[in-house]
């Protein structure tokens, strides 16, 4: 089973409006924590966003911010104001276990194209 | 140094030879982990290194391929016998053991073709 579900393969969205890129997961370990992850078209990975599992609030960088919704096993990203330097590939993974060094697991990714 | 490094950064090679991809972690960081990157995919765990404590080898698709770390600090990841379907970007990671909160940092990759 899939444990990093994006459902979006690719989304095209006009410059300055807000983008929502879904993202759901599974896992029975109580402990874990989601990343979001950008690829622009130079291939290098930017991490943007991390949520805990035992956080209680939404996290939020700058523009980003993460909709996590626990009981729905859901942790979105939400880009405000976008830009068109937000064109690239944006990847959800997940991280299980109490401990800090574990393997990442992705999603397939979800393309997001800004139009000017 | 500053940053997760990997040579080459690109690798054309011929089907049924055998390559050696390298990464030089952060210094300081304990966890390394490859990842493989087929066009327009995810990432795809292969195996990471935690300390001294034995590989996590389950996402090794192949006997073909294997890693090892030396000194708990540059790894070589090494495919034998390469075969088309290995042609993919090849990507390394770091991270601190205790704190990797978002401290997995990636290096820019390595670009391999088979043919």
């Known amino acids: 089973a899939q444990k990093i579900t994006q459902t979006q393969p690719g989304m095209f969205v006009q410059e300055k409006e807000a983008v929502t890129l879904d993202c759901t997961y599974d896992?029975?370990?109580?402990?874990?924590?989601l990343f979001w992850y950008k690829q622009p078209s130079s291939g290098e990975m930017i991490f943007l966003i991390y949520?805990?599992?035992?956080?209680?609030q939404n996290a939020t960088e700058g523009r980003y911010s993460l909709n996590f919704q626990k009981a729905r096993k859901s942790a979105n990203l939400v880009i405000s104001a976008s830009q068109l330097g937000d064109s690239a590939m944006y990847f959800c993974?997940?991280?299980?276990?109490?401990?800090?060094?574990?393997?990442?697991?992705f999603g397939q990714g979800t393309r997001l194209t800004i139009n000017p | 140094g500053a940053g997760v490094s990997q040579s080459p950064s690109n690798k054309v090679t011929e089907k049924g030879k055998d390559v050696e991809l390298r990464c030089d972690p952060i210094?300081?960081?304990?966890?390394l982990y490859w990842y493989r990157q087929s066009l327009g995919q995810g990432l795809e765990f292969l195996i990471y290194?935690?300390?001294?404590?034995?590989?996590?080898k389950s996402g090794l698709p192949s006997d073909r391929f294997s890693a090892e770390r030396t000194g708990g600090s540059v790894s070589t990841l090494t495919i034998q016998r390469t075969q088309q379907e290995d042609s993919a970007v090849y990507l390394c990671?770091?991270?601190?053991?205790?704190?990797?909160?978002?401290?997995?940092?990636f290096g820019s990759g390595t670009r391999l073709t088979v043919v």
């Open positions: 290194f935690q300390g001294n404590s034995a590989p996590d």
């Open positions: 993974a997940m991280r299980e276990g109490a401990r800090g060094a574990q393997k990442l697991v």
């Open positions: 210094s300081g960081h304990t966890a």
């Open positions: 990671a770091s991270s601190l053991e205790v704190r990797a909160l978002g401290g997995y940092t």
């Open positions: 949520q805990g599992s035992y956080d209680q």
């Open positions: 896992t029975s370990d109580p402990s874990y924590g």
